[in-house]
T-cell receptor
Framework: DTGVSQDPRHKITKRGQNVTFRCDPI?????LYWYRQTLGQGPEFLTY????????KSRLLSDRFSAERPKGSFSTLEIQRTEQGDSAMYLC???????????FGSGTRLTVV | GNSVTQMEGPVTLSEEAFLTINCTYT??????LFWYVQYPGEGLQLLLK?????DKGSNKGFEATYRKETTSFHLEKGSVQVSDSAVYFC???????????FGSGTKLNVKP
C-alpha cells in the first residue's frame, strides 16, 4: 500500500456537466476526508467518513455535491451541474483518527470551462 | 471558533540562511498543531506535529514549539537548502481529529 490514490489527476469539464472523482485511501485507515484547495489558499474541509458513515459535511458542500464511501473502502465525490466556481484542487486524505495526522493524496485538479 | 493565521509569502532566502515562518491560531479546547509541506506538483506531506502545550515537533531539521500562552506554532530551520523550496501550511486539529483547519500557506523560495 503506497498511499492515498486519487483519480483522475486532472479533469476539464464544461459548465453544467457532472463529474465524479475517486479516492482510494490507505487500506487500514478508517477515516477518509475530502478537502478543496483553491489557488493561494489552504485546504478547506468538505466532508469526512468514518468507515462507511458520513459523519460531517461542511456548509461548502452544496446540494450539488455528494460523497459516498460504500463498504468503508474507496470514496467518490460527485459534483452535479458544475459551475466555474467549482474549479479547484480536490484533495482526499485518510487517517486512523489517532492524531498522527492525515496522509493526503496528490489531488484531482478540476477546471470548469 | 477555530482558525489559523500564517505569515504571507513568498519568503525568499539564500541557502544556509535561518528560516522562521510564523503561525498563530485560535481554537476552542486544546488542539493538536501541525505543519504540512507541499512540494511543486505533489500532495501535502506531514512535516511535524505537536499535541500539547510546550511540545516541540521536529523533522528534517525543522522545528516548531506549541506555545499556548502566545497561541503560536512558528516553524524554524537553522540552515535551509534549495530542496526546502515548497509551500508550508500550518494546521490545527481539534481534540477529536474530525477535521483540520489550515492556514493559507507560505511559499518558501531558497536560492543557491
Amino acid at each position: 500500500d503506497t498511499g492515498v490514490s486519487q483519480d483522475p489527476r486532472h479533469k476539464i469539464t464544461k459548465r453544467g456537466q457532472n463529474v465524479t472523482f475517486r479516492c482510494d485511501p490507505i487500506s487500514e485507515h478508517n477515516r477518509l476526508y475530502w478537502y478543496r484547495q483553491t489557488l493561494g489558499q489552504g485546504p478547506e474541509f468538505l466532508t469526512y467518513f468514518q468507515n462507511e458513515a458520513q459523519l460531517e459535511k461542511s456548509r461548502l458542500l452544496s446540494d450539488r455535491f455528494s460523497a459516498e464511501r460504500p463498504k468503508g473502502s474507496f470514496s467518490t465525490l460527485e459534483i452535479q451541474r458544475t459551475e466555474q466556481g467549482d474549479s479547484a484542487m480536490y484533495l482526499c486524505a485518510s487517517s486512523l483518527g489517532t492524531g498522527d495526522g492525515y496522509t493526503f493524496g496528490s489531488g484531482t485538479r478540476l477546471t470548469v470551462v | 471558533g477555530n482558525s489559523v493565521t500564517q505569515m504571507e509569502g513568498p519568503v525568499t532566502l539564500s541557502e544556509e540562511a535561518f528560516l522562521t515562518i510564523n503561525c498563530t491560531y485560535t481554537a476552542t479546547g486544546y488542539p493538536s498543531l501541525f505543519w504540512y509541506v507541499q512540494y511543486p506538483g505533489e500532495g501535502l506531506q506531514l512535516l511535524l506535529k505537536a499535541t500539547k502545550a510546550d511540545d516541540k515537533g521536529s523533522n528534517k531539521g525543522f522545528e516548531a514549539t506549541y506555545r499556548k500562552e502566545t497561541t503560536s506554532f512558528h516553524l524554524e530551520k537553522g540552515s535551509v537548502q534549495v530542496s526546502d523550496s515548497a509551500v508550508y501550511f500550518c494546521a490545527l486539529s481539534p481534540y477529536n481529529f474530525n477535521k483540520f483547519y489550515f492556514g493559507s500557506g507560505t511559499k518558501l523560495n531558497v536560492k543557491p
